[in-house]
């Protein structure tokens, strides 16, 4: 055509012409090159070729130097034979005119055009019969075709499963849509494809074999086997130019009695060596009726041919919906040759939403009633098409949607159906264009993993080339398709993947992981060290999710050895040689980070010491089972020897009044790392303040290293310096007088006020100790000068007095008697019963130690009439509980 000054085509489908008008455009020129279809028109003022469907090719004789008629044996066609006859008698050009199409038309030609000369075109490749294959063996580069719609989505979902997906053609997909579809398989991105026999016509495929999922299809009237013919126009899609090609059927398609489905022998025959039985007639229908009126017209369609090679064309839709309006009142309204002639164009309107004769009938009959008095308006129009302009909805509906547009898009193209009419065409191409693209992602959602279609093509190859990539936020993917993520040294599979998929993509990110993970590890060790810590006893990668842990830590030494690492199944997968460099620098990490614990492992060395003496060891590993924390009463230093307690202190033992404790362990870091070591199960206060307010922990359960005071927790090294200075300040009396026994001295309050006790949790932290407040009486009303000062004694707690007999706080009942102003009061403050006038030194002091202190003070005697009275609350803290029999923090 383009050897022509000018020239036109006609074929049987709007995506062949589409492809065809983009080669000759590419050719020529976007302004000499028109496309005419039923729904879309692109008719350049000065265009010389024309590329058409059959039913929009004009009639017209010598209009042009070339015209050809593409696939003209379908003139057999019962629906649209007989357009094809009518272009293939009428249609010529001033130069040239070709008829393309099968062998088997030869004779028709021979019939009706005997002047004609016939040229043979033979196959260059060999189409060879393969047999019965099953769908989970199908070769790469196959075609399957099923007859039914519901077939075809099963075979789709079959190869979805089996091989990745495929692509999906059928007839009822739009020409857009079926061209990316199509696309979609010569890219490579699917080996597959699904089609109706809609495949036969009109799609160049690079495909090595056809199967065929059926024989036999429903061809409007009845459910036929296919033809030699028409199985050969499937069959001969496998194979292109001089590479050769197979078809065979599918196993397990057969019938229902289990006989399997196969080709006869003629039909292989026939299929193989392209001998077919030659066209005996074409369907004719008159393409030039009168319009005189509608019998007139109808009378004319119904005409027989004059030739004995033609036949008359069977009913048709337009033909049956023609006659149903003429009877109807609909046709009573239809009077005058331009009437009866735009009322038959109306009733051309092709069914494409397949809704059979009575409601296309009823779409035909309500646009006559617009068409009758003119124009259909824009507003009504554009109204339609907006109705459809909705991307929702599943492969059904977007196919129905489709089918509607492309009816309004067939209506916009008649050149006076519409006003406004290429703004409405253009409207309706363009959501026609939309709902093509919406329709292609569902079918590639529904019918293509392209994770596993990409797998399929790589697990056969060296681990090496498997294009895995990991991406920085830890996603393994394949040419940017996600398989899964890392965490870690873990491999994870995408949650999304079927149960089907999971395997190949685990197998898929372990074929790759080796490398990867080998890689990862020398990056930790160079650069990720910092992103490391100690937590729940394991090494964690932090930076990584919520943190994966790498290597159990363990201490199978008794009371506490060295650290063994345990690597965690995450390292399952890395390379021996970069496991065992891992698992050495994890060790070298993990042993400066331990150094906070130093002091633990010093008392740990001397609780194995033969010379440190059998009493001293056990008070060093009652100590270490502790945490570095115990009371003196669990201390047992009744068994230690005095001469023991240098060496103790040596090794940073604190002897204290109440506690007797590791002071280098009671600093932040060696609490932290204890507590994510998992050795001390107890509450951890982060920043080991030195006091917790009330409230702060959990009921009964005080953070490690703290002690009672009151309604607050004051850490025990700082509780041994508040508690020191009240021992020197009685120290500093006693020295003076030394022949007087429990001097009362003077007591400044304001370390413990410095960091943080209030002044009454200071005085019961104090009591636990044994001391107790004498206070001041106040100055009277009026009277001038300093108020005189708080006298404090000191009484250990007797022997046998446990902490049952106090309560942790009790209202006093003479605070109240000595608000009242008790006439029996003594000048020094006491009553008459001997007791002290304050509530806060009227109170005995809890038992927190059972030696007294270093100065070596007598315990004051009482009479025995005071310790029949019953047990007075003298305001102590809780003593004891804090860290009461703290075993199995450390297991060997």
């Not at 509980?881 to 450390?890: C, H, R, S, Y």
Request: charged letters at 30%.
């Amino acid at each position: 055509m383009c050897g022509h000054s000018s020239g036109m085509m006609g074929f049987p489908l709007r995506l062949l012409a589409r492809e065809v008008y983009d080669r000759v455009r590419a050719i020529k020129g976007d302004k000499q090159v028109a496309l005419i279809t039923g729904e879309e028109r692109i008719e350049p003022p000065d265009a010389r070729y024309f590329l058409c469907t059959a039913e929009a090719m004009p009639r017209s004789t010598g209009d042009v130097a070339f015209v050809a008629l593409d696939e003209a044996q379908l003139g057999a066609d019962p629906e649209r034979g007989h357009i094809f006859t009518d272009r293939l008698l009428h249609a010529r050009g001033r130069e040239e005119t070709m008829i393309l199409g099968s062998a088997t038309l030869e004779p028709m030609i021979k019939a009706l055009i005997p002047r004609a000369e016939i040229t043979s075109r033979p196959r260059f490749s060999t189409l060879s019969h393969a047999g019965v294959c099953k769908l989970s063996r199908l070769p790469k580069r196959s075609a399957v075709v099923a007859f039914s719609v519901e077939q075809v989505y099963a075979m789709a979902e079959a190869l979805r499963r089996f091989r990745g997906g495929a692509a999906v053609v059928m007839g009822a997909l739009s020409p857009e849509t079926r061209n990316k579809q199509v696309a979609m398989f010569q890219s490579g991105e699917v080996d597959y494809i699904v089609a109706t026999d809609a495949i036969g016509m009109g799609l160049n495929l690079d495909l090595d074999h056809v199967a065929f999922a059926a024989l036999s299809k429903f061809d409007g009237r009845r459910k036929r086997r296919l033809t030699p013919s028409e199985m050969a126009q499937i069959a001969g899609r496998a194979g292109r130019h001089q590479r050769d090609g197979t078809f065979g059927t599918l196993s397990g398609t057969g019938k229902g009695h289990g006989e399997p489905l196969a080709f006869t022998d003629e039909e292989v025959y026939a299929i193989e060596e392209h001998k077919f039985a030659p066209l005996t007639h074409l369907f004719w229908r008159d393409a030039d009726p009168r319009f005189d009126s509608l019998p007139a017209l109808i009378a004319d369609l119904e005409a027989r041919p004059a030739q004995a090679v033609l036949r008359a064309a069977p009913e048709a839709i337009d033909m049956a919906v023609l006659r149903r309006l003429a009877e109807a009142d609909t046709g009573r309204s239809v009077r005058g040759a331009g009437s009866v002639r735009r009322f038959w164009e109306a009733c051309s309107l092709p069914d494409f939403r397949n809704l059979g004769v009575e409601q296309h009938a009823r779409f035909v009959a309500r646009l006559w009633d617009d068409l009758r008095g003119g124009y259909i308006g824009a507003d009504f129009v554009a109204a339609r098409i907006a109705e459809l302009d909705r991307m929702q909805g599943d492969i059904d509906t977007l196919q129905g949607r489709i089918a509607a547009i492309r009816s309004w898009a067939y209506i916009c193209q008649r050149p006076d159906w519409v006003l406004a009419r290429d703004e409405m065409a253009a409207r309706a191409r363009a959501v026609e264009a939309k709902l093509s693209d919406a329709l292609h992602a569902r079918l590639t959602e529904r019918f293509v993993n392209r994770r596993t279609t990409l797998l399929m093509k790589s697990l056969g190859q060296d681990a090496s080339a498997l294009p895995v990539t990991l991406e920085p936020d830890g996603h393994l993917t394949v040419e940017g398709l996600s398989i899964g993520r890392l965490e870690g040294f873990r491999f994870h599979v995408d949650p999304s993947a079927g149960v089907a998929d999971r395997r190949m993509l685990l197998a898929a990110g372990e074929k790759a992981l080796p490398a990867l993970l080998a890689n990862r590890a020398e990056w930790l060790l160079t650069q990720g060290l910092g992103e490391l810590e100690i937590s729940g006893g394991a090494i964690r990668w932090q930076g990584q999710g919520a943190g994966r842990a790498l290597a159990d830590i363990t201490f199978p030494g008794h009371p506490f050895g060295a650290p063994r690492l345990a690597l965690t199944r995450d390292l399952a997968l890395l390379p021996d040689t970069a496991k065992a460099r891992l698992e050495a620098g994890l060790a070298a990490w993990l042993d400066k980070q331990l150094e906070p614990l130093e002091p633990l492992r010093k008392l740990a060395e001397a609780a194995r010491d033969p010379e440190a003496g059998s009493q001293a060891r056990a008070l060093v590993i009652t100590l270490i089972e502790a945490r570095g924390v115990i009371s003196r009463e669990e201390a047992g230093l009744e068994n230690l020897p005095k001469d023991m307690r240098p060496y103790l202190r040596k090794l940073g033992v604190t002897f204290g009044a109440l506690d007797i404790f590791a002071a280098p362990l009671l600093k932040p870091a060696p609490r932290r790392l204890l507590h994510a070591l998992g050795l001390d199960l107890r509450p951890l206060n982060d920043a080991m303040l030195p006091v917790l307010a009330e409230g702060s922990w959990a009921k009964g359960r005080l953070p490690a290293g703290y002690r009672y005071a009151g309604s607050q927790a004051i850490r025990v090294d700082l509780a041994e310096k508040i508690l020191r200075a009240a021992f020197d300040a009685r120290a500093a009396v006693t020295a003076a007088k030394p022949k007087e026994r429990n001097l009362a001295f003077r007591l400044d309050l304001a370390l413990a006020v410095s960091v943080g006790l209030e002044d009454g949790n200071a005085r019961r932290l104090l009591g636990s100790a044994g001391f107790r407040c004498d206070r001041a009486r106040p100055l009277p009303e009026g009277a001038q000068g300093a108020p005189a000062p708080d006298r404090w004694h000191w009484r250990p707690r007797r022997p046998g007095e446990g902490d049952g007999q106090r309560s942790e706080r009790r209202p006093d009942n003479r605070e109240r008697t000595q608000a009242r102003g008790n006439p029996r009061q003594a000048k020094d403050g006491r009553t008459k019963d001997g007791q002290a006038k304050d509530g806060q030194a009227n109170r005995k002091p809890e038992r927190d130690g059972s030696q007294p202190p270093r100065d070596g003070a007598q315990r004051r005697s009482r009479p025995a009439q005071a310790a029949a009275r019953p047990p007075v609350d003298t305001g102590p803290a809780r003593a004891g509980g804090a860290f009461d029999k703290l075993a199995d923090l450390l297991k060997g």
